[in-house]
T-cell receptor, first 114, second 107 residues
């Protein structure tokens, strides 16, 4: 089974801090994704990556950046955390770039910015 | 216009009934459609997916596509309390997810 592991289940940070969310997958997938999930807004794509050192903006990239130095690891960075970034963050991976294969999600990181 | 929309519900059905969930999409050229189930506090897990060439049945679940009206349905037959969850629809390479429909199956 594909395993997507997010480094923290719960995280509390302060406004202005630089925050790192880590995601690791064990199935050699080229494609990795970061979403945030908010009540009433559903899952929204922040950034995705098709390969090492490649990144593409999703629907809501403002205030975020990403890093993919190794194939198995995709990091989401909040450059200067703000309260409106309090959310559930979900990482996912899959084999194909077109999105016709299923995605595998991590357990999520519930991030609170105080 | 949103890429994908779902009725947030909640949808309640008695145990053993058929639950019908719908998802409308805006891009007429969409080729693949995914249904994920998400239990409270958990991450989404794939239920099933279909391509634009036809419907699909998998056990108690059936996904149907209506291209003319641009919606895809998920039918759950013989609904069980364990089916109580939020169901998410995804389109356009799974770059866009609906807000989800909350389903409650009443014993």
């Amino acid at each position: 089974d594909v395993k997507v592991t997010q480094s923290s289940r719960y995280l509390v940070k302060r406004t202005g801090e630089k925050v790192f969310l880590e995601c690791v997958q064990d199935m050699d997938h080229e494609n990795m994704f970061w979403y945030r999930q908010d009540p009433g807004l559903g899952l929204r794509l922040i950034y995705f990556s098709y390969d090492v050192k490649m990144k593409e903006k999703g629907d809501i990239p403002e205030g975020y950046s990403v890093s993919r130095e190794k194939k198995e690891r995709f990091s989401l960075i909040l450059e200067s955390a703000s309260t409106n970034q309090t959310s559930m963050y979900l990482c996912a991976s899959r084999t194909d770039a077109l999105g016709v294969q299923p995605q595998h999600f991590g357990d999520g990181t519930r991030l609170s910015i105080l | 216009q949103k890429e994908v929309e779902q009725n947030s519900g909640p949808l309640s059905v008695p145990e053993g009934a058929i639950a019908s969930l719908n998802c409308t999409y805006s891009d007429r050229g969409s080729q693949s459609f995914f249904w994920y189930r998400q239990y409270s506090g958990k991450s989404p897990e794939l239920i099933m997916f279909i391509y634009s060439n036809g419907d699909k049945e998998d056990g108690r679940f059936t996904a149907q596509l209506n291209k003319a009206s641009q919606y895809v349905s998920l039918l759950i037959r013989d609904s069980q309390p364990s089916d109580s969850a939020t169901y998410l629809c995804a389109v356009k390479g799974q770059f866009y997810f609906g807000t989800g429909t909350s389903l409650t199956v009443i014993p």
